[in-house]
């Protein structure tokens, strides 16, 4: 019988060594899994977090974002008829600088509009008499009503101008800096054009686009084939919704933009700078170094202003160091190179 009471407890101290091993082993795990998935989380949001902070490092790139998010709300609708207003084109070759200048304002556009016709005449009637007086009467015609202007057509965009390769897909507000002076000045609620380039390279275009009783100006240098490009209103104008009568536009064809030159080597770096590096056998006497701003999501450049840095005397198998405060590696891009001397 005791036989029996001490092989029971023995299996009952088993059994109880097994659940503690068993207890303690899911404890484990439960306390693993507790630490691992914060973890988890943790890297997964700072991961997240870090290239938000990246995006956000730019102080253009939600605000071109935003642009190109709103010109389903930007676009203004049309009309049949109203006064004439018709904008001229800015014109003038656009140096290419730092700050593309051309030729800037649109003039204003003309406050001519139509005009109503005349007052009718008088008409033979009665004297306010029942009776109307013995005789004839002479009867007076109406003057004729000159005929109305023309009624002046709207635009609505996407807008191909017209003689170009250019279309204008929308006008919207923009605001950020304004890059056009390079100042990176703070605006709000300007004026700002999405512009597609379907021809060949560019060194400059001047847009004008009459809306309402104003007239918008719009510049840009150095546009590559095929791409689009956001560029603010060259003056601030403020953006608004109203009625677009006209847009045109004087362009300037490149000879040809080249990003990368036989003999020269351009390596970007993450702090703002980036290298040039003569690899070839003689001295350089100029290297003109053109460079955008850019949203590689996108594939879209932003600014019609376009930067530029000058290297002189570059010697061979010498790479100079170049830094500049609206260089980005991410959010700029290189868009010609020019060799002088």
């Known amino acids: 019988m005791s036989g029996k009471t001490k092989k029971k407890s023995n299996n009952t101290k088993d059994r109880r060594k097994t659940l503690t091993v068993v207890v303690a082993a899911v404890l484990v795990i439960a306390l693993a899994a507790g630490f691992i998935i914060p973890v988890v989380a943790a890297r997964k949001n700072a991961g997240e977090a870090g290239e938000e902070a990246k995006a956000e490092g730019n102080p253009i790139h939600d605000s071109a974002v935003d642009v190109l998010n709103g010109g389903d709300s930007a676009e203004a609708g049309t009309q049949e008829t109203d006064p004439a207003k018709d904008a001229e084109v800015p014109s003038g070759e656009k140096e290419e600088t730092a700050d593309p200048e051309g030729e800037k304002d649109a003039h204003e556009a003309g406050s001519d509009g139509a005009s109503g016709g005349g007052s009718g005449g008088k008409s033979g009637g009665t004297s306010g008499n029942e009776t109307p007086p013995s005789g004839n009467q002479e009867e007076t015609t109406s003057s004729e009503t000159p005929p109305a202007e023309p009624p002046i057509p709207t635009i609505s965009f996407p807008y191909a101008i017209p003689g170009t390769d250019l279309v204008v897909r929308q006008v919207s507000p923009y605001s950020g800096n304004f890059i056009e002076d390079g100042s990176d000045a703070e605006v709000s609620g300007i004026a700002a054009i999405v512009l597609t380039n379907q021809g060949g ?64 080597v351009i390596e970007k770096h993450n702090d703002g700078t980036f290298d040039v590096a003569n690899v070839g056998e003689e001295t350089v006497p100029e290297i003109r170094v053109f460079f955008k701003n850019y949203l590689p999501g996108e594939d879209v450049y932003v600014g019609g202003i376009t930067y530029s840095v000058t290297l002189n005397e570059v010697e061979p198998q010498t790479a100079v160091t170049v830094t500049s405060n609206h260089f980005d590696a991410e959010y700029s891009r290189i868009v010609d190179v020019k060799i002088g001397g």
């Open 201 to 264: 390279d560019l060194d400059f275009a001047g847009i004008g686009i009459s809306q309402g009783e104003r007239s918008l100006a719009f510049s840009a240098s150095q546009i590559p084939a095929g791409a689009t490009v956001i560029i603010q209103e060259q003056n601030k104008a403020a953006y608004a919704e109203d009625f677009y009568y006209s847009c045109t536009a004087t362009v300037t064809a490149s000879a040809g933009l080249k990003p990368e030159v036989e003999g020269l």
